[in-house]
C-alpha cells in the first residue's frame, strides 16, 4: 500500500526505530511518524503521528541521513552536521544533559568536527567523523559506547581504537613533523597505492604502518591486501 502523503517524493533512505519511522527524500525532507512519547518525531509535542509527518524544523538545512534509536532520533546534514532529539535520559543525544528533546537540537560539542556516519543504538549513539574518528554516547551498561568502562556518557566521546583514522583526499597531520596525504591510484589489480608525505627526520612507528607498506623511493603507501 502507498503512503499517500510521499507518492510524488522521492525516497533517499528510510529508518525505523523502536516504535518510530522515518523517510528521507532526495531533496532532503524528513518525513516522520508513529510513537512520540519522548518527542522522537521532532514535533514540538509528544502526541503520536499515524502518517507521515513533515519535520518543519529542518526544513532550511538539507538532511543528508537518518538514524532511529529505541526512543531518539538523529540526523545529519549535508554540511556534516549532526541533531539529535527524543529520549535523553541517558545521554544519548550527546547535549551534555539527560534531558528530553522534542525539537532537533544539534550537538554544539561536535560543532566544526564534520560528521560522515550516524547510527542509532537501543539508547546510545554512534558517530564518525571525516578523519575516521568515531565517537559515541549515551547508555554504557553493556560496554556499548567502547570506552574501557560502564560509565554512561552524556557528550561525545572518542574510542579509541586499532583502526587508521584516514579518509580518501584528506590531509591528516600526525605529528608536527609527520603527515599522511591520501590520494586513490590504482596500479595493479591487487594493490591499492596512496601519495605518502613523510618528514625524512620522523620515520617512527604509525598507526597505518599496521596495514601498509611504504615505499620511500616513490613516497607512496601501498594497502596490504
Known amino acids: 500500500m502507498q503512503i499517500i502523503p510521499l507518492q ?3 525516497i533517499r533512505m528510510i529508518s525505523g526505530g523502536g516504535s518510530h519511522s522515518a523517510v528521507l527524500t532526495i531533496g532532503g525532507a524528513l518525513y516522520m511518524f508513529g510513537k512520540n512519547d ?3 518525531l521532532g514535533q514540538s509535542d509528544r502526541v503520536n503521528r499515524w502518517n507521515p509527518t513533515l519535520q518543519q524544523s ?4 538539507k538532511i543528508a541521513y537518518v538514524s532511529l534509536g529505541d526512543d531518539h532520533s538523529a540526523v545529519i546534514t549535508e554540511e556534516g552536521g549532526l541533531f539529535t532529539w527524543g529520549a535523553g535520559m541517558y545521554g544519548q543525544l550527546g547535549h551534555g544533559s539527560n534531558n528530553n528533546e522534542v525539537l532537533p537540537k544539534k550537538v554544539f560539542e561536535l560543532m566544526g568536527t564534520k560528521i560522515t556516519q ?3 543504538g537501543r539508547c546510545h549513539t554512534l558517530v564518525a567523523t571525516e578523519f575516521g574518528k568515531i565517537i559515541s554516547f549515551g547508555l554504557n551498561g553493556s560496554g556499548q559506547l567502547g570506552i574501557g568502562s560502564r560509565e554512561a556518557k552524556t557528550s561525545p566521546t572518542v574510542i579509541r581504537g586499532s583502526w587508521a583514522e584516514v579518509n580518501v583526499k584528506d590531509l591528516l597531520p600526525r605529528t608536527a613533523n609527520r603527515s599522511l596525504i591520501i590520494s586513490p591510484a590504482f596500479v595493479s ?3 591499492e597505492k596512496f601519495v605518502l608525505n613523510v618528514s625524512k627526520s620522523d620515520k617512527h612507528h604509525d598507526p597505518v604502518s599496521d ?3 611504504e615505499d620511500e623511493d616513490e613516497d607512496l603507501l601501498t594497502i596490504k591486501k
Not at 529542518?58 to 538545512?61: C, F
Open 58 to 61: 529542518l526544513k532550511a538545512q
Open 118 to 120: 550516524v547510527s542509532c
Open 189 to 191: 589489480p591487487d594493490k
Open 211 to 213: 596495514m601498509a607498506v
Open 8 to 10: 510524488y517524493s522521492p
Open 38 to 40: 519522548f518527542g522522537q
